[in-house]
């Protein structure tokens, strides 16, 4: 009995290895769940439990794929509140853009220009106050002034588009209109090695039906 209690525990120690992946791998879970991430649940529901995923997996922000620039304000204006940052651009001629950061529920950053960007405290530059977004103004104000500056000549072609979703938000229903949701987190292996997840959501008559998990692994030079 003493001879076999050093193998049992040998087999015991083998079979915990197996069950662990090692190195690089891919996954497709259809049933059950993954890292509280229920097969079945609908957007709304996945997403609570992305937030709740989050501060354990180590990841604040969602990407929605296939989300495209608006090339109107109006939906845009309606969830603006839902995201951390929106990056208006034109659509034609050269390239001229601006970048609104929120943090809270006002704007924190403005940075406008074309390839290269400055910091500013308003834009559109000699426009209006009650048409112009500045540093400071809420953010519940935006909808309202991304309508006026889409109305002025020079800024009807220009763009919106929408940072990724932070956790830290509401959900918001435009979400469920895109079948395709995706996080990246990472974490140490060893002092050596970083591991990286890539994980895709798919979304099938607004019910999760599966979760693609790709992890990678790779080495640290300090």
């Known amino acids: 009995m003493k001879k076999l209690l050093p193998m049992m525990l040998l087999l ?8 662990e992946k ?9 049933t059950s769940e993954k890292w509280g991430i229920k097969i ?20 604040q922000y ?6 495209k620039p608006y090339t109107s304000p109006e939906k845009p204006a309606e ?6 940052a929106i990056t208006i651009y034109s659509s034609t001629g050269t390239l001229n853009r601006a970048v609104f950061l929120f943090t809270g529920d006002k704007v924190k950053e403005i940075a406008a220009g074309g390839g290269l960007t400055a910091g500013v405290t308003k834009w559109p530059d000699g426009v209006a106050d009650d048409t112009a977004i500045k540093v400071d103004d809420p953010v519940s104000s935006l909808g309202a ?49 970083s591991g ?8 099938n008559a607004g019910k999760l039906e599966r979760i693609n998990h790709d992890y990678r692994e790779a080495q640290i030079f300090n």
Not at 52 to 58: F, N, Q, R, V, Y
Request: glycine share 4%.
């Open 22 to 30: 090692q190195g690089d791998y891919s996954e497709t879970i259809t």
């Open 79 to 84: 969830i603006i509140q839902f995201y951390h």
């Open 196 to 203: 990286t997840s890539t994980v895709k959501l798919h979304f």
């Open 62 to 67: 969602l990407n929605i794929s296939g989300r």
């Open 145 to 193: 002034k991304l309508l006026k500056i889409h109305q002025l000549p020079a800024y009807s072609t220009y763009w919106f588009l929408l940072s990724d979703k932070p956790l830290n938000k509401a959900y918001d229903a435009d979400m469920s209109n895109y079948s395709d949701w995706q996080f990246v987190f990472s974490d140490f292996v060893s002092s050596s090695i």
């Open 12 to 19: 015991i120690v083998i079979s915990a290895c197996k069950k």
């Open 40 to 59: 079945g649940s609908s957007q709304a529901e996945v997403y609570a439990q992305l937030q709740k995923a989050g501060p354990t997996l180590d990841f």
